[in-house]
């Protein structure tokens, strides 16, 4: 396992610094409003929005790692996955609630996305996502167990009504604090729209600590 010097190296050298940025609603981000509650008023929240059967996911969610393996204790990463009104993208978000209910999801993550990007499995079925998972060393039963339990069900819908709360116009996209929405594009980089991110996380802690007094 990297320590988390390790990863906050990597994080570095996979994004070099790039110059700051101050984002434009309506071109880096879209405000939300009024905002949604977030999962831990005590951090700064930011959920991913995502799919395993999204492509520009896939290409996202490794980058996305590397940053969110270097943000301040301040701030709470979060993942919740969604269909977006794409029937064949449900049961692969059912799974990442079972599999996160059963911590197994950093273990099985980048092999479910490669399985369905890099091997073409397509896996849009229940019974065809559970076969795989079997083969990847987790009891089948278990899984299935979990599945349709009360409590994925339950994430699942809040995840679709947070999704349609905040208008969610497609995956990938990054919510910070439930007021600000960037919706990342697939422009081989990701690093820009990184940066916007990060722009917000500084604007969200200036509007917490409220007016410094020392100011004119």
């Known amino acids: 396992m990297k320590s988390a010097a390790a990863l906050v190296l990597l994080a570095a050298l996979a994004f070099p610094a790039v ?3 101050d984002p434009v609603e309506g071109r880096d981000y879209q405000r939300i409003n ?4 977030t999962s831990d008023p005590a951090k700064i929240v930011v959920t991913q929005f995502f799919s395993y059967q999204c492509p520009h996911c896939f290409k996202f969610e490794k980058p996305h790692a590397a940053w969110a393996a270097t943000l301040p204790a301040d701030v709470k990463s979060e993942r919740a996955a969604v269909s977006i009104g794409h029937a064949g993208w449900v049961p692969a978000a059912r799974a ?3 599999l996160s209910a ?3 999801v ?11 990007h890099r091997q073409r499995l ?3 079925d229940d019974a065809g996502i559970a076969a795989w998972i079997a083969k ?5 039963a278990e899984f299935e167990k979990m599945s349709g339990s009360f409590g994925v069900q339950l994430q699942m819908r809040r995840a679709e009504e947070l999704s349609r709360k905040v208008r969610l116009p497609s995956v990938p996209a990054l919510l910070v604090e439930g007021r600000y929405l960037v919706p990342v594009s697939d422009d081989g980089d990701f690093r820009d729209q990184l940066a916007v991110v990060d722009a917000l996380i500084a ?4 509007e917490r600590a409220g007016p410094n007094p020392a100011s004119p």
């Open 19 to 21: 110059a700051a940025v």
């Open 34 to 37: 009024p905002p949604v509650p």
């Open 96 to 98: 990442f609630y079972a």
């Open 102 to 104: 059963m911590q197994k």
């Open 106 to 116: 950093p273990a099985i993550d980048d092999a479910f996305f490669g399985a369905i």
């Open 122 to 124: 397509g896996l849009t």
């Open 136 to 140: 990847q060393g987790i009891d089948r």
């Open 203 to 206: 604007r969200v802690r200036r």
